[in-house]
Every structure is written in C-alpha cells, then in structure tokens.
C-alpha cells in the first residue's frame, strides 16, 4: 500500500520561501510519476508542478520561474521549493503518485488519473 505523506507547509509573508516535502512509502519513486497539486474551497484541484515519467519536470503558468520541483530518488522524497510566494498561492497542497503504466504520465492528465494521494499541507501566504 503506498503512502505519501507531505510535510513544510505554513505561513508565511508576500515574497517568501517555504519547501515542501513528500515522503513515498514505495520501493522506487522512479516507477511512479509524482506530481503536486493544490486546492482551494470550491475550486477543482490544480497540477502545479510535477516530475513525469521521462524525468522532465512540469510546471504550472502560474508557479512557473518561481516553483522548482525535485526529487531525492535514494529517499524515495519529492520536493516543491516555493519562492517569491504570493496570496494567490495559498492553498493546501497535496503530492500524488501515478505508477508508471507506459505511454505519457504527468500533470496533463489531471488529477483523477493519480492513483494515491498525500493528506495535504496547508501553505498559508500573507
């Protein structure tokens, strides 16, 4: 069974950093495709930023210059480093896995196409 478990959200001021980090309990993150994605009440779930079965990273127009995306492949950890924050990017923030099936896998194929999901980490901007 496969968990993720998200962690390094907060609050923080208009211009600051915060690094989020997703613990996978999985035998190697390579064969799975991770993404992150953030919501907010009453809007749908939004990919931001993701590593995709190629090993390309993917971003959002949105966190796009401002948000790096990593993963520590040893550790079986993804990260989302967050600059230059603004209020528009306060959400809870969620990191999901989709294992590698073939063909293309990454944040285009939206949220329900991701098989398992973290509990989400509030990142609050002010």
């Known amino acids: 069974h496969v968990q993720l478990v998200e962690s390094g959200g907060g609050s923080v001021q208009v211009g600051g950093s915060l690094r989020l980090s997703c613990v996978a309990s999985?035998?190697?993150?390579?064969?799975?495709?991770m993404g992150w994605f953030r919501q907010i009440p009453d809007k749908e779930r939004e990919g931001i930023a993701g590593?995709?079965?190629?090993?390309?990273?993917s971003y959002a127009d949105s966190v796009k210059g401002r948000f790096t995306v990593s993963q520590d492949s040893a550790k079986n950890i993804l990260y989302l480093q967050m600059n230059s924050l603004k209020p528009e990017d306060t959400a809870m923030y969620y990191c999901?896995?989709?294992?590698?099936?073939?063909?293309?896998?990454?944040?285009?194929?939206?949220?329900?196409?991701?098989?398992?999901w973290g509990q989400g980490t509030q990142v609050t901007v002010s």
């Open positions: 999901a896995a989709k294992y590698y099936r073939g063909g293309y896998c990454g944040l285009n194929l939206g949220p329900a196409a991701f098989d398992y």
């Open positions: 999985v035998d190697t993150i390579g064969r799975y495709c």
């Open positions: 590593i995709e079965s190629d090993g390309s990273t």
